[in-house]
């Protein structure tokens, strides 16, 4: 039986999968990950914008000194006047992140400076790069520059100083732009610290998170690796409606349909096997030889249809010398069948030793069987008693189809006793005539069961009484060691491999002699 | 392979005997819904029956046995089971068995139904 070992087989699979990165590691981790990246582009977008911010309000402020530097100082460029002039760059040079104020003449020499010793140089502007600026006044320059004399980074501003339209020098002044860098790094840190505090929280939040939200995918992984160890009863608590939930109950649903395939498995196995008990005794109870008999020949033949069949033959040696045979069918195949076998057997072979006639034989049979045998089960039963020394056959048919007599001298004849099926009838109905005949030398005797007559083809055509007669007349020419094997031959040619319906039972005698 | 059906109807020839119509292949399976039937019109208190086999394509051993196997309890409430629509084939089956000496067969319903004698 192949599929005896497959549900072990199934259920004993390989150990589970160890897990190596959970989905919650997963998910926290991916979590995460969006969150620095987040934070990140966030911060730096926000200093950004801060730096923009300071750098403009620092701009402005320059532009106003620069502004108030050049239009406060137009007189006294132009009359020269060193003292006021350094008193209007010391003013400019009052505010903190001032670098250097300078006012220079048309001809770009120094005027007045913050630098007292420059006074009298030529003023070169340090090289830098101007600030695209809306609405500069006209002459005006802002410029992030670099402070030749201390390297820092600076915003230079210069501005026309004009008087009455006349262009008489210029304006310098330096911001320094370490206010804008330390206010930025200041910031920095800030949202560092807050970015920090927000990772952790975060990453703390998605661990959590994600726990939550594996859990019933960790139930379901649970259950699944329970019922693949073989544990069918496992049913996975999931109450939540969402994909997970839906999942979990249709595992349920699964769980419970190949429990119960298991069952209806392991009782299939169950009733497999009683069928195979029930062959065997049965197979057990069948002659496993056919007698000697002096100045006769016998043959029996049986195939089952099924694991287990009604029909069955029985060969019963009387103390007398005569010799009983039987071939009987009882309605109903399986373990019923087979139970009603066992009891018709069991029934008729004690029944064989106690009585003469097979009417008599028949009818005590029947008194019995019916009383015990399950309603609506009967057997038939064509029932012999051969004596080989006078070679009279007494027989009695208990509702099975005709035996059939071959011999040189008559031809083929059916021989067909009245009588009832057994089991059917109380005593008083049951009713069964006696009939005697004597075997002519070289004459056939064959009893056979109806699974021979209607053995189908694949057409649902009945193999039949004449096709079978047909069959024996033609092969009973030939040696009778031959025989049933020919007329089996003969039935299976003509189903052609349809699936046999019923048992097909065969017995035959032949008496020596002529022929 | 037509599958087994049973009718059962009052006879148009005394509301008191019941018909069962049977069709297509009676054998050990579908036995168990014509059993089914008989205990239904048991315990319907009908125990008088037709059965009309001439739709019936087979029928097996273990289908005739459950003719058998209610036999017994229908006589015991006064009725009986009576056949009719046997094909000649059906005829020779219940020869053999020995049906013949336990069931009667008819030619028609009316005739069987007639049989019963019912008021």
């Known amino acids: 039986m192949s599929a005896k070992d497959q549900p072990e087989k199934t259920l004993s699979a390989a150990p589970p999968p160890r897990i190596g990165v959970s989905i919650a590691q997963k998910l926290a981790a991916a979590i995460s990950a969006l969150m620095v990246v987040s934070l990140s582009l966030l911060s730096g977008f926000l200093v950004l914008q801060a730096r923009q911010a300071l750098l403009k309000e620092t701009t402005n402020r320059g532009l106003i000194i620069v502004r108030n530097l050049a239009s406060y100082s137009a007189s006294d460029l132009l009359v020269l006047n060193p003292l006021k002039l350094a008193t209007f760059v010391n003013d400019a040079m009052k505010n903190e992140a001032m670098v250097y104020a300078v006012l220079a003449d048309q001809n770009g020499t120094i005027q007045a400076c913050n630098d007292m010793s420059r006074i009298g140089q030529k003023f070169l502007q340090p090289d830098g790069r101007p600030l695209a600026m809306q609405g500069l006044p006209e002459g005006f320059s802002v410029e992030e520059a670099k402070d030749p004399a201390s390297g820092r980074s600076i915003l230079a501003f210069s501005a026309p100083v004009e008087k009455s339209g006349v262009k008489l020098g210029t304006a310098f002044l330096a911001l320094s732009q370490s206010e804008i860098q330390q206010a930025v790094v200041q910031f920095v840190e800030y949202a560092g610290a807050l970015a920090l505090f927000f990772l952790v929280a975060g990453v703390l939040g998605a661990v959590l998170l994600s726990r939550f939200i594996v859990r019933p995918v960790r139930r379901l992984t649970q259950g699944a690796l329970a019922i693949g160890g073989g544990n069918l009863e496992t049913q996975i608590k999931v109450r939540s409606r969402d994909e997970l939930g839906i999942l979990a109950s249709s595992f349920n649903q699964m769980t419970a349909s190949l429990r119960q395939a298991q069952e209806e498995l392991l009782e299939k196995q169950r009733i497999q096997q009683e069928l195979s008990i029930a062959q065997e005794i049965q197979k057990a109870l069948l002659p496993k030889t056919t007698p000697r008999i002096p100045g006769y020949q016998v043959a029996a033949f049986y195939q089952p249809a099924k694991e287990v069949g009604g029909d069955y033959y029985d060969f019963i040696p009387l103390p007398d010398g005569r010799l009983a045979f039987t071939v009987a069918d009882v309605s109903g195949k399986g373990v019923p069948g087979s139970l009603g076998m066992t009891m018709a057997r069991s029934v008729l072979r004690a029944q064989a030793l106690s009585n003469s006639l097979p009417g008599d034989t028949l009818r005590k049979a029947n008194e019995v069987i019916q009383p015990d045998i399950r309603k609506g089960m009967f057997v038939t039963m064509f029932y012999c008693v051969l004596d080989p020394a006078s070679n009279r056959l007494q027989c009695a048919n208990g509702g099975h189809n005709p035996a059939f007599v071959l011999s040189e001298g008559r031809g083929l004849q059916a021989v067909a006793p009245e009588g009832m099926a057994l089991g059917m009838a109380p005593q008083d109905l049951f009713f069964v005539e006696d009939f005697e005949l004597t075997l002519e030398p070289g004459s056939l005797f064959v009893l056979y069961t109806d699974g021979v007559t209607e053995a189908m083809n694949s057409k649902n055509e009945e193999y039949g009484e004449a096709r079978f007669l047909d069959s024996l007349a033609r092969h009973s020419r030939q040696g009778f060691d031959r025989l049933t094997e020919s007329l089996v031959a003969d039935i299976t040619a003509f189903t052609q491999g349809a699936p046999q319906n019923d048992d097909i039972t065969l017995v035959i005698l032949r008496r020596a002699g002529a022929a | ?119």
Request: aromatic letters at 12%; charged letters at 20%.
């Open chain 2, 1 to 119: 392979m037509a599958a087994f059906s049973v009718e059962i109807k009052a006879s148009a020839f005394g509301r008191q005997a019941t018909v069962f119509a049977l069709g297509g292949h009676l054998d050990a399976v579908t036995v168990s819904q014509l059993e089914g039937r008989f205990k239904e019109t048991m315990e319907a208190g009908q125990y008088h029956w037709v059965v009309d086999l001439s739709q019936l394509d087979y029928i097996s051993s273990a289908g005739l046995g459950a003719f058998i196997g209610v036999l017994e309890e229908v006589r015991s409430h006064g009725g009986d089971i009576f056949f009719v629509g046997l094909s000649p084939k059906l005829q020779k089956i219940f020869q053999v068995l020995g049906f013949l000496r336990i069931f009667r067969i008819f030619a028609a319903e009316e005739e069987a139904v007639r049989e019963f004698g019912l008021p």
